[in-house]
């Protein structure tokens, strides 16, 4: 085959990646179709190029592919709404007790706060969890 053949395959498999939501599928083809372009230079016979496609394809999808979902399932993870604040600094604002919780401020936001212990106004702390409209916290 013609290396021409081969570059305009890698290019509509690559334009298939950037416009189907699969995870990285397409672009392992691609890799594949430059390889096979690389191989027609070489004067190598048509199944030599099939080979070689196939080769690279399979290689890519279970070596790249695998690396390239756990980059992007990282980069996807985002805490939001009160998930937000766990591990957040706090200050408190009013007094908390084992006996009655108290208050603290986060965000620019005031939430009734609990702790294990007792923790004056004006520390900082840690938000722990959030339940509810009560976070949990400690020093």
């Not at 298939?16 to 672009?27: D, H, K, Q, R, Y």
């Not at 690389?38 to 496609?53: H, L, Q």
């Not at 999808?61 to 990282?74: A, D, E, G, Q, V």
């Amino acid at each position: 085959m013609n290396w021409i053949f081969w570059i305009v395959l890698a290019v509509v498999l690559a334009t298939l990646e950037i416009i189907t939501p699969s995870v990285f599928f397409f672009m392992c083809l691609a890799i594949g179709a430059l390889f096979a372009a690389v191989a027609t230079f070489f004067d190598v016979s048509n199944w030599f190029e099939f080979g070689i496609f196939i080769t690279v394809s399979i290689v890519s999808i279970y070596t790249i592919r695998p690396l390239f979902k756990k980059l992007m399932s990282k980069s996807e993870t985002v805490n939001s709404n009160v998930d937000a604040l766990i591990g957040a600094q706090a200050v408190v604002t009013e007094k908390i007790s084992l006996q009655k919780a108290g208050f603290v401020k986060v965000n620019g936001e005031i939430w009734l706060a609990e702790s294990d212990g007792e923790i004056e106004s004006g520390e900082t702390v840690k938000i722990k969890s959030v339940s509810g409209t009560k976070v949990f916290v400690k020093k």
